[in-house]
C-alpha cells in the first residue's frame, strides 16, 4: 500500500534522510524505532506531505505523491546517456543518480529520444494531491494538534464535514461510536483544555479515524504523556491494530512495539539498518548499532 523508495531529505546542510527505503502492505503494522535525531519523525511526515522530500518516491495504492522535478526523476536520469556513461563508476544506482543531481550534470541538448519520451511520461502522470494522501493516510502526533477553542465533537466533525463534504447528522454518529469506542463519549461537549493529556490522545486517534483512513500514522503518541497515562493510549492502539487497518507507528515503547507489530523497521542517522519481525529483531539483531540500542533501552 505504502512505498518509499530511495527518500532524501535536507534541511539545508543537515541531511536528515539518506536514501531511505520501505515498504508497508495494507494491513501491516510496522514500528519505527531508533534513538533521538535518526529521522523517524520526518519520515512519517514525509510520507504525510507534512515534510517535501529533497528527492526520492513515495507510493500510495500504487499512485506517486511527490511529484518532483521530472529532470530529477531518478527514471528520467537513468534513461539519460550522461547515467549510462557514468554509473559504472559507482557501486549502485543511487550514487550515480546523487551524482548527476549535486553537480546538475544532465544537458537535455545531448540526450537522446527515450530521455525525452521519459520527461514527457512523468510530467503527464496522476500524482495524488496532498488532500488526497491526507484522506487516504491520518496521523496523530505527539502533541495532539486538537483545536483548543472547539469542543471534542467538533474537534470529530470539522474534517469529515468541510473536507470530504459528508453530512453533519452522519459526521456527528460517526463521532460518537468512535468516541464509545475510546472510552470518551462522555467528554463529547467538554473542550481540549479540560482534559488530561491521555485523554486528548485518545480524541485526536478518533478524530483521526473520523476520516476513514486506508492507513495511520503514530508519531511517538505517548511521548508526551505522563507514564500513568501511557497504558490508555496504548490499548486504544492495540486495540486498532487488531482492525486489519494499516498502521506505522514511531515510538520508544519496545514491549509495545514487539507485540503489536508485524515488522520492526531500524532507523539510525537517517538509514535503514535493520527491517525484521520483531521476535527476529529484538532477539538476534543483525548489526551492532542495533545491538548497542537494544542494551541501552531494554
Known sequence: MIEVKNLFKRFGALEVLKGVSLSVEAGEVVSIIGPSGSGKSTLLRSINLLEKPTYGEIWVDERLITPPDPYL???????????????GRFPDDGSAIREIREKDLLHERFEGAAY???????????????????????????????FPHMT???????APTHVKKLPKEQAVEKARALLQ?????????????????????????????CMDPEAVLFDEP??????????????VIKRLATTGITMILVTHEMGFAREVSDRICFLDQGI????????????????ERARTFLEKVL
Request: hydrophobic share 40%; net charge negative; proline share 5%.
Open 73 to 87: 526523476h531518478p527514471e528520467v536520469i537513468r534513461a539519460s546517456h550522461t547515467y549510462n556513461r557514468i554509473r
Open 116 to 146: 525525452r519520451e521519459k520527461i514527457k511520461a512523468i510530467t503527464e502522470s496522476s500524482f495524488l494531491d496532498t488532500n488526497e494522501v491526507r484522506e487516504k493516510i491520518g496521523m496523530v502526533f505527539q502533541h495532539f494538534n486538537l
Open 152 to 158: 471534542v465533537l467538533d474537534n470529530m466533525i470539522y
Open 181 to 209: 469506542n475510546v472510552g470518551m463519549l462522555d467528554k463529547i461537549d467538554a473542550y481540549p483544555g479540560t482534559l488530561s493529556g491521555g485523554q486528548k490522545q485518545r480524541v485526536a486517534i478518533a478524530r483521526t479515524l
Open 222 to 235: 505517548t511521548s508526551a504523556l505522563d507514564p500513568e497515562m501511557v497504558k490508555e493510549v496504548l490499548d
Open 272 to 287: 535503514v539498518i535493520e527491517d525484521a519481525p520483531p521476535d527476529v529483531f529484538f532477539s538476534t539483531p543483525k548489526s
